[in-house]
C-alpha cells in the first residue's frame, strides 16, 4: 500500500514531497488549493483531520499531522535520511529538526502578519526585521562552518529548514549577503528529487 499525502498548493507539505523523492518511496497526492482571498486551507482538510491543515500522511490505518513528526516517522520507517553519526551531529540532527518551525518561522509568520495591517504594517515589519536578522546571521554562521545542518551529509533537518528559508528570501531580505545560505538553498534545489517533487506538487511559489 502506497502512502498517500495531503497537499496544499504553496505550503510546507512541499517539504514531504521532496522527502519522499528522497527517498524513493511510491506515494499518492491528493490536492487542494487555498482559498484565493484568503489564502486559508479549503475546509476540505478537515474532512481529512480535524485541524485541517496540511501535510498530512496516510499510511495504512494511520493519519500523521506535523511536518517535523512525519518527517522522523519516515526516518524510523526506512533508516534513511536520519543523522549520520552519533555525539554531536545526533545533537544537531535534532536541533535543526525543531529550530525550523520552532524558532525560525515564527518570526516569519509574524512578518507576514503584521505585513498585511493597515497603515502600522511597514512600521510593525521594520520592527520584526532584526529579530528575524538574528536567525538568519545564525543560519548563515552555520553553513558557512559546514556543508549541511547536522554535518557532512543531507538529512532530514535539512529538509525541514528548507521551508523556511525559501520563504525569508521572498518575504525577509534573505540573499546575497548571506552567501553560505543562499549557496546551501541553490544546492537543494538543483537535487534531482527536489526538481521531481516540484513537478509532482504544482504551484509552489519559494523555490
Given at each position: 500500500?502506497?502512502?498517500?499525502?495531503?497537499?496544499?498548493?504553496n505550503s510546507r507539505?512541499?517539504?514531504?514531497?521532496?522527502?519522499l523523492e528522497?527517498?524513493e518511496?511510491?506515494?499518492?497526492?491528493?490536492?487542494?488549493?487555498r482559498?484565493?482571498?484568503?489564502?486559508?486551507?479549503?475546509?476540505e482538510?478537515?474532512k481529512?483531520?480535524?485541524?485541517?491543515?496540511?501535510?498530512?500522511l496516510?499510511?495504512?490505518?494511520?493519519?500523521?499531522?506535523?511536518?517535523?513528526?512525519i518527517c522522523?516517522?519516515?526516518?524510523d520507517k526506512?533508516g534513511?535520511?536520519?543523522p549520520?553519526?552519533?555525539?554531536?551531529?545526533?545533537?544537531?540532527?535534532?536541533?535543526?529538526?525543531?529550530?525550523?518551525?520552532?524558532?525560525?518561522?515564527?518570526?516569519?509568520l509574524?512578518?507576514?502578519a503584521?505585513?498585511?495591517?493597515?497603515l502600522?504594517?511597514?512600521?510593525?515589519?521594520k520592527?520584526?526585521?532584526?529579530?528575524?536578522?538574528?536567525?538568519?546571521d545564525y543560519?548563515?554562521?552555520?553553513?558557512?562552518?559546514?556543508?549541511?545542518?547536522?554535518?557532512k551529509?543531507?538529512t532530514?533537518?535539512?529538509i525541514?529548514?528548507?521551508?523556511?528559508?525559501?520563504?525569508?528570501?521572498?518575504r525577509?531580505?534573505?540573499?546575497?549577503?548571506?552567501?553560505?545560505?543562499?549557496?546551501?538553498?541553490?544546492?537543494?534545489?538543483?537535487?534531482p528529487?527536489y526538481?521531481?517533487?516540484?513537478?509532482k506538487?504544482g504551484?509552489?511559489?519559494?523555490?
Amino acid at each position: 500500500m502506497s502512502l498517500i499525502v495531503h497537499h496544499l498548493n504553496n505550503s510546507r507539505s512541499q517539504r514531504l514531497l521532496w522527502m519522499l523523492e528522497e527517498l524513493e518511496l511510491p506515494y499518492e497526492i491528493r490536492f487542494y488549493e487555498r482559498d484565493k482571498a484568503t489564502m486559508l486551507a479549503p475546509p476540505e482538510l478537515k474532512k481529512v483531520h480535524p485541524l485541517g491543515k496540511s501535510p498530512v500522511l496516510e499510511d495504512g490505518k494511520l493519519k500523521l499531522v506535523e511536518t517535523g513528526a512525519i518527517c522522523e516517522y519516515l526516518v524510523d520507517k526506512t533508516g534513511k535520511l536520519g543523522p549520520t553519526s552519533q555525539g554531536e551531529g545526533l545533537l544537531q540532527y535534532r536541533q535543526f529538526m525543531h529550530y525550523a518551525e520552532g524558532s525560525l518561522m515564527p518570526n516569519l509568520l509574524l512578518m507576514l502578519a503584521m505585513s498585511k495591517v493597515p497603515l502600522i504594517g511597514g512600521i510593525a515589519v521594520k520592527k520584526v526585521q532584526p529579530m528575524v536578522d538574528v536567525h538568519l546571521d545564525y543560519v548563515e554562521q552555520v553553513l558557512a562552518s559546514r556543508p549541511w545542518f547536522a554535518g557532512k551529509a543531507m538529512t532530514a533537518a535539512d529538509i525541514m529548514m528548507s521551508f523556511p528559508l525559501e520563504a525569508a528570501v521572498s518575504r525577509a531580505g534573505l540573499g546575497p549577503s548571506r552567501p553560505a545560505t543562499m549557496a546551501w538553498l541553490k544546492k537543494i534545489h538543483a537535487r534531482p528529487a527536489y526538481k521531481t517533487a516540484l513537478e509532482k506538487g504544482g504551484e509552489y511559489d519559494y523555490a
